[in-house]
C-alpha cells in the first residue's frame, strides 16, 4: 500500500498527513486506530489535556454510563473486550477515562496524539485538494482528509441568565468539569438543571454540602438505572460470549442487548400491566424504552398508563407531597426527551439539607455575586453548578471555523441545519468528514459511530486503491438523505421540546437531529452506496480535477 502522503499533488509541498482526526473521544480514537491500521499517516487533535471526549469533559461526580458498559465498549478487538473487566454494569466517568487510556496505550496510538490543540480554523484549498488547520496556540498543520469526531454534545450551554458573570463563588458546567475534585464539604451549593447530568449529580452533591438548592425548569420522568457490580460469573459469561454479543449489537436497531416485548398494554389485564411496568421499573437503564410493552411509547394511553405508574413511585419515595408533586413531569410523555436514568435521585428530596425550587413558579430573574434571585427572594451560595445541557448535534462542528470549496463556510451550509449524506459528509466540503455528529444515531451512540468510522475508512482505501485523493458527496445525495432524516423525524417518539430538535438553544434552527432509521438500515445504506461503485460521491483526483463515479 502507498501511503498519500509525500506524493506530488502540483501543491508546493504535500499535506503534513493522510488525515487529521479532530477530536479524542470514543469515535476519534477509534478513527485514529483505524487510519493507522489502514496504512495512512495520520494525528489526532484534542482540546482536552486528556483523552475521552465527553468522558474526559463530563468527570462530574456521578456521571456514568446509561448503555451497560460492554455494549458502549469497542467490539473491534476481541482481545481487548476479554482482557477489560468493567466493573460496574454501568460504569463510573473514573473507569471509563482508564479504559479509554487503556485503549490508547495498547493500540499505541498516543503518539500520534496532540492534546491542548483547539482547532479554531479549518480550510479546504481547492487546487491542491487538502485541509488547512489551525488551533488555538497558533500551530497549523495540513492533512488531506480531515475527520471531525467532535461529538453531539460536547459543547457545554450556559442560558443567558442577567448576571451570570457577576457571581462571586465558584462555578462549574457538568460538561466543563475540571480536573482537580470540587469540595462540596459544608458549602451552600446549587445545582441549575435537572436533565441527565443534573439528577446524577445531585444525590452526589447532596452527600456532601451543607445545603443543596435545586433550580428546576422541568421535571424529568426518571427511573432507576438499576446498575451493579458485574459478578465473577456475569464476567465468564460476557468474555465467553463476545461474538453473541457483537452480534446481537450489530441486528439490534438501537445498538443495544435488550431485546423487543411481544406484547402490548392492551394484551395484559390491569393486575398483570402492574406486574409487568414493575418489571420495568426494576430493570436496567433504556430496557425500559426497548423491552416495554410495543405501544407504550405510541400509545397516549399506554404511555399515560405507564407515566402514571412512575408518578406514584415519586408520591411513595418522596415524603413532601408538595415537593413530590413539583418533580412529576406535566409538559411530556414517557420517552418524548431522552428520559434520565437514577440512582437514588427522587429520595435525595427527603433529606434536610436539600430543597427544591420550581422556576415555573419563581423563575431566576437576576444572578447577583452572592447567589441567584428568584421571584422569592435571594438565595446565597458558595458553588454553582450548571447542568444546563449542550449545543447537540452541530455545536461543535459549527465553532471549528470550517471553511469548504469556494469558501463556503459550514456555518452558511448549514444555516437551516445540518445537511448530510450518511451523517458523514456534507457537499461543498471535499475530504471532510464527521462520524458521531449529526444525523448518526438514535441509540447507543458508539455502535453506530464505529459503523461510521469503518466506513469513511473503507471510503479512504477505496480511494488510495483507484488513484483518487477527494471525495465529496453529490448534493442529491445529500438531499435525499437530510430528506429522509426530516421524515424520520415526523415518526419518532422523541417530540419537539427534545433537545434533538435543536429547541434548547435559543435561536437555533428546529431540525431533527438525529438518524432514527436503526443500524440494520445505515447497514444496508452503507452496503448499497458501495454497491454502486460510490456514485453518491464525487471521486477526483487532484493533480489533474478529472472526476468520477466509480
Ligand atoms: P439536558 O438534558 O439538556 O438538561 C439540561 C437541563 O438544564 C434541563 O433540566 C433544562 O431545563 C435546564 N435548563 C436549561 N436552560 C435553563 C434555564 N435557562 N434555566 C433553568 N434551567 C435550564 O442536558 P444534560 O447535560 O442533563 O444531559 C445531556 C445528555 O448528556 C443526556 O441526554 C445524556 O445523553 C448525556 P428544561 O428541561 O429545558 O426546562
Not at 418524548?336 to 428530596?349: C, I, L
Request: proline share 7%.
Amino acid at each position: 500500500m502507498t501511503p498519500l502522503t509525500g506524493r506530488a499533488y502540483g501543491h508546493p509541498r504535500p499535506p503534513d498527513v493522510d488525515v487529521l482526526v479532530v477530536g479524542a473521544g470514543i469515535t476519534g480514537i477509534y478513527q485514529l486506530y483505524r487510519a493507522l491500521e489502514a496504512g495512512f499517516s495520520a494525528e489526532l487533535w484534542e482540546a482536552g489535556g486528556g483523552v475521552g471526549g465527553t468522558w474526559y469533559w463530563n468527570r462530574y461526580p456521578g456521571a456514568r454510563f446509561d448503555s451497560e458498559s460492554y455494549t458502549y465498549a469497542y467490539l473491534f478487538s476481541k482481545e481487548l473486550f476479554e482482557e477489560w473487566s468493567w466493573c460496574e454494569h454501568f460504569a463510573e466517568q473514573p473507569e471509563i477515562e482508564r479504559y479509554l487510556n487503556h485503549v490508547v496505550d495498547r493500540f499505541d496510538l498516543d503518539r500520534h496524539i496532540h492534546l491542548g490543540a483547539r482547532v479554531t480554523a479549518a480550510t479546504y484549498d481547492e487546487p491542491s485538494g487538502t485541509w488547512t488547520l489551525t488551533a488555538g496556540d497558533g500551530s497549523t498543520t495540513s492533512a488531506r482528509f480531515l475527520v471531525a469526531a467532535t461529538g453531539v454534545l460536547s459543547v457545554p450551554y450556559f442560558p443567558d441568565i442577567p448576571g451570570r458573570h457577576d457571581f462571586g463563588g465558584e462555578s462549574y458546567h457538568t460538561g466543563l468539569w475540571p480536573t482537580t475534585p470540587v469540595d462540596f464539604t459544608g458549602k451552600r451549593v446549587a445545582v441549575i438543571g435537572t436533565g441527565s447530568s443534573g439528577v446524577q449529580i445531585i444525590p452526589l452533591i447532596a452527600e456532601e454540602a451543607a445545603s443543596l438548592t435545586v433550580y428546576q425548569r422541568t421535571p424529568n420522568w426518571c427511573t432507576p438505572l438499576n446498575n451493579g457490580p458485574i459478578t465473577a460469573a456475569e464476567q465468564a459469561h460476557l468474555q465467553a460470549e463476545f461474538e453473541a454479543i457483537k452480534e446481537i449489537l450489530d441486528t439490534s436497531p438501537a445498538g443495544f442487548l435488550h431485546q423487543p416485548h411481544d406484547r402490548a398494554s392492551t394484551d395484559d389485564p390491569p393486575a398483570e400491566r402492574r406486574a409487568f411496568f414493575e418489571k420495568m421499573w426494576r430493570s436496567p437503564g433504556f430496557s425500559k424504552l426497548i423491552s416495554h410493552y410495543t405501544d407504550v411509547l405510541f400509545d397516549d394511553r399506554a404511555n399515560a398508563q405507564w407515566c402514571e405508574f412512575i408518578a406514584d413511585k415519586v408520591r411513595g419515595i418522596v415524603r413532601d407531597p408538595a415537593v413530590a408533586e413539583k418533580l412529576i413531569p406535566k409538559d411530556h410523555r414517557f420517552g418524548e426527551k431522552r428520559p434520565p436514568f437514577v440512582t437514588g435521585y427522587y429520595e435525595t428530596y427527603n433529606k434536610p439539607n436539600v430543597s427544591l425550587v420550581d422556576l415555573q413558579e419563581t423563575p431566576i430573574v437576576d444572578m447577583t455575586a452572592a447567589g441567584i434571585e428568584t421571584a422569592d427572594g435571594v438565595r446565597e451560595f458558595d458553588i454553582v453548578v450548571w447542568a444546563t445541557g449542550f449545543d447537540f448535534g452541530t455545536g461543535a462542528l459549527l465553532r471549528m471555523g470550517i471553511v469548504g470549496r469556494g469558501g463556503l463556510t459550514l456555518a452558511e451550509h448549514w444555516s437551516e441545519g445540518p445537511r448530510t449524506f450518511l451523517g458523514i459528509q456534507t457537499a461543498g466540503f471535499p475530504n471532510l468528514f464527521f462520524p458521531g455528529g449529526p444525523h448518526a444515531a438514535a441509540g447507543n451512540n458508539p455502535r453506530y459511530n464505529g459503523d461510521q468510522v469503518d466506513f469513511v475508512t473503507d471510503t479512504l482505501v477505496h480511494l488510495r486503491d483507484r488513484g483518487y485523493d477527494s471525495v465529496e458527496v453529490e448534493p442529491t445525495a445529500e438531499q435525499r438523505w437530510t430528506a429522509m432524516i426530516d421524515r424520520g423525524a415526523a415518526k419518532s417518539t422523541f417530540g419537539e421540546i427534545s433537545y434533538y430538535f435543536g429547541t434548547n438553544i435559543p435561536g437555533k434552527p428546529k431540525k431533527y437531529l438525529l438518524n432514527s432509521g436503526g443500524r440494520p438500515k445505515l447497514f444496508a445504506m452503507i452496503d448499497e452506496v458501495v454497491a454502486n461503485g460510490y456514485k453518491a460521491f464525487r471521486l477526483a483526483r487532484s493533480a489533474d480535477s478529472s472526476t468520477s463515479s466509480a
